[in-house]
């Protein structure tokens, strides 16, 4: 019996693997190819950008590669990393009527990181828009009533101006 009381109380060490390789495999990118031509193209448009003048005094040289590069960009994301990386797909897609339809695929967690990102957005935007106001609640009401009713009845409402603005023209 107290032989069986001193293996209860003896530490016992579980395998879960090894720690190195454990480390390793957190560490490895799913898609190696993918991530450097998604990082490739952007960091490649943005040093063109900066380091332009450098290379070329020509503008129209400087635009057009900055645009390539960055169109290259558009289409590894929306076709290839979109795809691999965030499971991310759309595409448009014309009925019988000749009706433009366009679909959104996304896996659940991107939707839900999006909303939360566009309501905080939304939330800066307000509070920007209205001048600092505490009560958001207030803010919010107006902003959205004002909106509404320009967008029902925009001849009645008349954009901001510049008034009370002092301009000094040269």
């Known amino acids: ?15 879960f693997g090894n720690e190195e390789e454990l480390a390793f495999r957190k560490a490895k990118i799913r898609h190696p190819v993918a991530t450097f031509f998604h990082l490739f193209f952007r960091v490649s448009a943005i040093i063109t950008y900066v380091g332009c003048d450098w290379f070329s005094k020509s503008f129209v040289g400087c635009f057009v590669t900055v645009l390539l590069l960055l169109s290259f960009d558009f289409w590894s994301v929306k076709n290839v990393t979109g795809r691999l990386m965030v499971g991310l797909r759309w595409w448009n897609q014309i009925d019988e009527d000749g009706k433009s339809h366009w679909i959104f695929e996304a896996r659940k967690a991107l939707v839900i990181a999006g909303i939360s990102l566009q309501a905080a957005n939304l939330y800066g935007y307000v509070l920007c828009k209205m001048g600092g106001e505490s009560d958001i609640s207030k803010v919010t009401a107006s902003f959205l009533s004002q909106t509404v009713f320009q967008t029902a009845c925009p001849s009645d409402f008349q ?10 023209k040269h």
Request: proline content about 4%.
């Open 1 to 15: 019996m107290k032989q069986a009381l001193v293996d209860d109380t003896e530490d016992v060490s579980l395998d």
């Open 159 to 168: 954009k901001p101006g510049l008034e009370g603005l002092e301009i000094h």
